[in-house]
């Protein structure tokens, strides 16, 4: 109503709702799909803005052409003192202004019925030349309006180191190819068939960024495996000529981080090629001695290769691999599965103290090894799997109209699937109810006892509260009551919905969600924690499903749950005994193409205690595969 009444062109209208719409995205947007599209649109619209604009002002430049153009013609072939000797000379004017539309009419002449001659030149000074200032002046009132509405919206210079961080860990957790990375085909390297998602390939300015990057962290592997896609483009494609800084920049970079990497032959290419430009750099003749003298003397590893240039796709050191295949083997050394395994407090403090502070460098390749691909199984472990089984839930009233789907996908941690949990309209109303709240996801630093962002945690995170008004939460109560069925755990205790949608190769490195003994004596509880117990389990929905990536892998269990959308995984964080279960640290791996949407709870361990009754045995893991064959009796 505001709008119908006001003077805004339609133009303004739009780009006050699409600020009202994104008005959120300020504080950071590579870590969020949904700020990215927000940020696209955007430019869409200040791209039609700019048209626009473009257009009105080729329409304004052709009508001072054609003004200069009348002036130049009314004084050709002849002489000033001549011209202007004529009083009819002295009446010409380009253009006459109206009085009473207070417009200047287009047209090169006007003629006068009274005296039959045309209006004298004095007047093309007052009419026309007294005009030019405002005819001159750009009609850009519009596109400078939205650019200062939509400025506070642009990413900055953190969100642009984020998401060259963001491919940077894609590279590294997927074994990506720069090449793949560069022409805009991520997907190219073996993670997925799938041949319809496509990128825009990066240019040279994108391309220095990498390589700039990867120098200034030492990475020299991947400063020279970006410099080569740089460096291609300049020699074959000529992006940028041999006289540019940008030519120049990218060659000296390039030609140090071969030389880093020992591919000699090669330094020495690049290096000559900048002296055939640059002949009086003294310290580029200096480079190209000492890295002969190397070569020769066979200190570092000579590379024997054809061109640099010869194939831009392929990778000139694929054949150095900085990081080692390992084997994952999941027999975890606490945990034999037997009922007669009895550990004393300190024996399990020491396993948790160890699991969380040793032997990181190998977990991560853990973790990264089954972002890529399923562990292989030991002939133990492949045994227990091919027992697990899929069966319709029926144990409840809802469930008896509504049989949950279980799937049994690891025995140990217990992991199952309910597959179509929820359904499209039911998380497409989670994810728009979340939208407006979603903020950088934070992380417990436990030194300050704070809460902050963290590289190791990339997402947004928004909570649904239970009490929304009853049109808004009637979802969100319905699809609580469902969860309760499907674990036939309490809510009573229960934390709120937390939504996550994850932004350019968002992740979430190995953690666990319950609070560890570890943590128990280390630092003090929350009140949440008094109150309610530690987390006993959690159930994390897809609401989305990403085109690949975005794998639930957990690390110590061996298992990994890809995205399904409308499923959940569920899995229990504390033994029947209450303490800790340390095979369920777990990561959520990045997200290589697609978006990812996820909503989880957490249940804590009070009100539970006819739910899920601890029990004595403290590994027993059999005694929940009960729950969900009948209800649990001790």
Known sequence: HYFIQSNLSPEMIFTVLIAQLVFRVAAEVYSSYENVKNINAIEDHLTDLLGNYIALEYQRLGSLQQFQQFVLDSKKDTDPDSYISYPT???????????????????????????????????????????LHSWMQSRNEEILSAFHTYRQFFPDQTDLQGAITAIHRLQHIYKISAGHLARGDPLGNGVTSDASVRGQPFKVKALSLFIKDSYEKEDWKKCADWGQQAYYLLQVKKEFQPSTPMWFDIADYFSFCLYKIGD?????????????????????????????RKWNEGGL?????????????????SDIDLEEDIEIT???????????????????????????????????????????????????????VDKLVCYYKQDTPR???????????????????????????????????????????????????????????????????????????????????????????????????????????????????????HDMTTHKASDLLSLAGNR????????????????????????????????????????????????????????????????????????????????TKQFKRELDAKLYNGRYTV
């Open 89 to 131: 000379n002295q009446l010409n004017r380009a253009t006459v202004h109206n009085k009473k539309t207070g417009k200047c009419l287009n047209r090169a002449t006007v003629h006068n019925k009274k005296t039959g001659k045309c209006f004298n030149v004095i007047h093309r000074f007052i009419a026309d030349w007294n005009n």
């Open 264 to 292: 000699l032959a090669h330094a020495v290419e690049v290096t000559e090629e900048m002296l055939l430009h640059y002949p009086d750099e003294e310290r580029l003749s200096s480079n190209l001695k000492y890295y002969i």
């Open 301 to 317: 590893k000579d590379i024997d290769a054809d061109s640099i240039i010869s194939e831009p796709l392929v990778d000139i050191v």
């Open 330 to 384: 999941f027999v975890p050394k606490l945990y034999p599965g037997s009922d007669e395994t009895v550990l004393s407090e300190d024996l399990i403090e020491n396993e948790i103290q160890d699991v969380m502070y040793k032997n990181w460098t190998q977990r991560m390749k853990k973790y990264r090894k089954l972002c890529r691909e399923e562990a292989p199984l030991t002939p133990k472990m492949k045994g227990q």
């Open 399 to 517: 469930s008896l109209l509504q049989p949950i789907k279980v799937e049994e996908v690891w025995p140990s941690p217990r992991i199952l699937v309910f597959h179509d949990l929820i359904d499209d309209n039911e998380a497409s109303t989670i994810m728009s109810l979340a939208q407006p709240s979603l903020n950088r996801a934070t992380v417990h630093n436990k030194k300050t006892g704070k809460l902050e962002n963290a590289e190791y945690r990339v997402s947004k995170t928004a909570w649904l509260d239970d009490d929304l008004p009853e049109d808004q939460g009637r979802v969100v109560r319905r699809v609580n009551r469902r969860m309760e069925d499907a674990t036939e755990l309490s809510h009573e205790y229960a934390e709120l919905q937390q939504v996550n949608i994850y932004g350019m190769a968002g992740h979430y490195e190995p953690h666990y969600d319950m609070k560890t003994n």
């Open 536 to 615: 006993v389990a959690t159930i994390l929905v897809y609401l989305s499903e990403p085109v690949a990536g975005g794998a639930t892998a957990f690390i110590d269990g061996g298992a990994r749950v890809m995205p399904r959308k409308n499923s959940a995984v569920f899995w229990y964080n504390l033994l029947p005994n209450g303490e800790p279960d340390l095979l369920t640290r777990h990561a959520g791996c990045p997200v290589l193409a697609g978006t990812k949407w996820v909503m989880n709870k957490w249940f804590h361990v009070n009100d539970q205690v006819f739910t899920r009754p601890c029990h």
